[in-house]
T-cell receptor, first 114, second 108 residues
Framework: DTGVSQNPRHKITKRGQNVTFRCDPISEHNRLYWYRQTLGQGPEFLTYFQNEAQLEKSRLLSDRFSAERPKGSFSTLEIQRTEQGDSAMYLC????????????FGSGTQLSVL | AQRVTQPEKLLSVFKGAPVELKCNYSYSGSPELFWYVQYSRQRLQLLLRHISRESIKGFTADLNKGETSFHLKKPFAQEEDSAMYYCALRGSQGNLIFGKGTKLSVKP
């Protein structure tokens, strides 16, 4: 499968723990996006990268959230001191070259905070 | 404010009936709009975008700036069209802003 890959598929954690998710975009896609989706809602934008530069962050991204894309390839999203409200599907998407290209989504990481 | 509204959570039709999934947007500039679809157990994927003026799987969508709408239509629904449909607007920062989605259920 040469699509966007996200790991893990599921993560169950206890409140207060830190979690990290990984996204491997389609090769040569220079834009990478993180979205969060809760039940009954559409995907909500969190942040995006162009190559290794983080260009935009949503107000939804509290200081407990941090995202990196160190070499402009894969990206990680870390949530520190998880809260029950962080339970959601975290989606990664990538697009080639310019902002006007369509987004290719991964299967997501389902986070459950107990 | 940049916003996408999909007023229907669920739309249920019989096979062969026409389908219209509603989408309204709020955007101050010239909008760029999309429909994304998620079939059961599959990834979210692009269905169509207004700039392409294309028909995909029999679906079309016309941008109506006067009514700030981008409704998705298909004249004859098929069972395989059953899915979640999301309308999306490209925001001023380049990211996509999604509506809450409409679940289309096509009954045999």
């Amino acid at each position: 499968d040469t699509g966007v890959s996200q790991n893990p598929r599921h993560k169950i954690t206890k409140r207060g723990q830190n979690v990290t998710f990984r996204c491997d975009p389609i090769s040569e896609h220079n834009r990478l996006y993180w979205y969060r989706q809760t039940l009954g809602q559409g995907p909500e934008f969190l942040t995006y990268f162009q190559n290794e530069a983080q260009l935009e962050k949503s107000r939804l991204l509290s200081d407990r959230f941090s995202a990196e894309r160190p070499k402009g390839s894969f990206s990680t999203l870390e949530i520190q001191r998880t809260e029950q409200g962080d339970s959601a599907m975290y989606l990664c998407a990538s697009s080639p070259r310019t902002a006007n290209e369509k987004l290719f989504f991964g299967s997501g990481t389902q986070l459950s905070v107990l | 404010a940049q916003r996408v509204t999909q007023p229907e959570k669920l739309l249920s039709v019989f096979k062969g009936a026409p389908v219209e999934l509603k989408c309204n947007y709020s955007y101050s500039g010239s909008p760029e709009l999309f429909w994304y679809v998620q079939y059961s157990r599959q990834r979210l994927q692009l269905l169509l975008r207004h700039i392409s003026r294309e028909s995909i799987k029999g679906f079309t969508a016309d941008l109506n700036k006067g009514e700030t709408s981008f409704h998705l239509k298909k004249p004859f629904a098929q069972e395989e069209d059953s899915a979640m449909y999301y309308c999306a607007l490209r925001g001023s920062q380049g990211n996509l802003i999604f509506g809450k989605g409409t679940k289309l259920s096509v009954k045999p």
